[in-house]
């Protein structure tokens, strides 16, 4: 036998029985077979509110005054719709809500907030009485405070603008002093708690006020009516005030003038109208800083 020369071996990836190793499952191997995870789980009723919250019923939640100017025409059109609805289910006549609604800003705020109102009532998952007491109820009430709001504009059956009063202010808008409005934001008020003087002394009282300069401004003299010393005790006749509503016993009342010279109080009992024997439990103090039953 002829001596055999070792040649270099195969390369790796090399055609040996010449097939191509790669065409058999193709350039990568075949991947396990591996189980398909199912889609994770949605609740139907999250994912409708999750797409409710991106429509016109989301601005619901907004005043109708904070609506942002590029999501004005979305609330207009659903308030449109749903003001239609509302007149047809409802049969709700002219004079309750105009043809022309949509101009008067008095009526456009009522039925924004009416369309809130019912459309949350609705938002309950489960039976409730929302729709009865949170919506039905109050449908009645708002169809009364609507009721003749545009009486000139249902007469003519055309919309009639609002007179303005003013030239230089809108139809409907409050005509403010402004000066006065600027001095009642500029005003300050001062009560200080004055006992008034006894015996017939002239006291003067007056109020000062310095500004950020140190200038300081004082008010005229107030001469408080002297009040005189009550000298004399008297007591007014008692009164049935009716039962206790503990224990049932009779609840009697009296007053005692004399100021704050009066020290103490208590009640007497007597069986004959002639000797009085005092109700130890009765006894109040009225000094100053107690009046606490001894």
Not at 36 to 52: I, K
Not at 143 to 170: F, M, W
């Amino acid at each position: 036998m002829s001596d055999m020369v070792e040649g270099p071996g195969p390369e790796p990836g090399e055609d040996v029985l010449g097939v191509d190793a790669g065409s058999l499952w193709g350039t990568e191997p075949p991947p396990d077979d591996e189980e398909t995870a199912p889609p994770p789980y949605e609740d139907p009723a999250v994912a409708g509110l999750a797409a409710q919250t991106e429509g016109p019923e989301a601005l619901l939640a907004t005043r109708w005054r904070d609506v942002k100017a590029e999501d004005a025409p979305t609330a207009w059109v659903f308030l449109r719709g749903w003001v239609d609805w509302l007149v047809f289910a409802h049969k709700i006549p002219e004079k309750e809500i105009p043809r022309c609604w949509y101009r008067h800003t008095e009526i456009v705020e009522e039925l924004w907030a009416a369309a809130a109102a019912e459309h949350q009532a609705w938002e309950a998952t489960t039976a409730s009485m929302n729709p009865m007491t949170a919506w039905h109820f109050h449908l009645s009430m708002m169809r009364t405070r609507l009721e003749g709001k545009a009486q000139e504009c249902v007469a003519n059956k055309k919309h009639i603008p609002d007179e303005a009063y003013s030239q230089t202010h809108a139809p409907g808008a409050l005509l403010v002093d402004e000066a006065d409005w600027a001095k009642h934001l500029a005003t300050v008020t001062d009560v200080q708690p004055v006992l008034p003087v006894a015996d017939g002394q002239d006291v003067s009282w007056r109020m000062a006020v310095v500004d950020d300069e140190g200038l300081v401004v004082t008010s005229e003299g107030l001469h408080p009516a002297a009040v005189a010393a009550t000298t004399m005790v008297t007591v007014s006749a008692p009164r049935i005030l009716g039962r206790d509503e503990t224990d049932g016993a009779v609840l009697l009342a009296g007053e005692a003038t004399a100021g704050q010279r009066i020290q103490e109080t208590w009640w007497e009992y007597s069986a004959d109208g002639i000797s009085w024997h005092r109700v130890e439990t009765s006894r109040q103090s009225h000094t100053r800083g107690h009046a606490a039953k001894q």
